[in-house]
């Protein structure tokens, strides 16, 4: 089997747009919670979130055309891909699209951990009161309305998998190609995953990560009905606060996340930077509630037993845990037992 490293990240954040700047920041114990600016969310009862300023894909890829009219999730996917690339330091992307150099991109894969793309919630919106007549909508004059407003590449952006297409067309990568759909899990999964590839011997270098933007009426209007956002709306930077005996809920932030993941063998072969090694992975589900996790914390108490264990090593070993922590009351009280269980007196 074998041995799996990691050789280069990128990340887009409300912290920054660089591993550097939002390093130096979160040092410096900022935040990039604030009031939401994306769209009016004065009548809402959360007004903050977690937004990603100033950010304009030209800067990171000047020669963008083929990626005209991405959603801000994927844009974001494209940004921070270019940077574990470059960070990793493998060949150059060329002009078709391409990598140049000794690099197999046959075997060259993404996984990443996706969830439903940008919403055109002026047009849904429009249509939908265009349409309405006395108690329903018109579905007929919908459909007309619809088809007259809508933008067919807006359309298609909605679709989870297309983050992942623009970064096989970024990168001409043409090896396993998968989306983990799994929520709050689903990048830290994908990278677990991709690791699994790699292992097996799929593929010699995977890009794994995750992209996500939810910062619009539709998103803040579920997670708002589920009780499940911090309402802590005069004190922006203090909202989030996981494990806090105040805690109200989470904050909704976007972003995006990747690494380059190789086997140790074409890493060493190719002079990579090597950052880490992923040494233990392991996925389970609570099977007992669409958004509770289990009393008993049955699910991730398994999880972390199985990664242990793949990783040969025991609870005294892990020096850091990075826990989900949303700020929820019911969240972090399972969880914080959870990881007692796991780790005992080493929590």
Known sequence: ???????????????????????KRLLAGESGIARTTIFNAATFPTTISAEVKNFRLADHLPNHAEHEGAGRNTQFALAACLQAWRSARLPAIGDRHAAIGDLDL??????????????????????ALASWKETAIDSVKWAQIALERMNAVRECEQEPNMPLSHLALLTGARGP???????CAASTQAIGEATEILRRGDADVMIGGGAHSMI??????????????????????????????????FVLGEGAGMVVLE????????????????????????????????????????????????AKL????????????????ENDGNETGAIKQVFGEHA
């Open 106 to 127: 046959d075997r060259v894969g993404i996984y990443l951990g996706a969830g439903e793309g940008e919403l055109d919630f002026e047009a849904y919106t429009h249509a």
């Open 314 to 329: 025991s609870p005294a070993d892990v020096h850091y845990i990075n826990a989900h922590g949303t700020g929820t009351k």
């Open 216 to 249: 619009h009426p539709f998103g803040v209007t579920g997670f708002n009905r589920l009780t499940a956002l911090s309402t802590m709306n005069d004190d922006p930077p203090r909202a989030s606060r996981p494990f806090d005996a105040t805690r109200g809920g």
């Open 177 to 183: 190609a998968l989306n983990c759909l799994t929520a």
């Open 1 to 23: 089997m074998n041995r799996v490293v990691i050789t280069g990240m990128g990340w887009i954040t409300p912290m920054g747009h660089d591993i550097e700047s939002v390093w």
């Open 263 to 310: 086997t140790l063998e074409h890493a060493t072969r190719r002079g990579a930077p090597i950052l880490a090694e992923v040494v233990g992975y392991g996925s389970t589900a609570d099977a007992f509630r669409i958004t509770d996790q289990h009393p008993d914390g049955t699910g991730a108490v398994v999880a972390m037993r199985e990664a242990l264990d793949d």
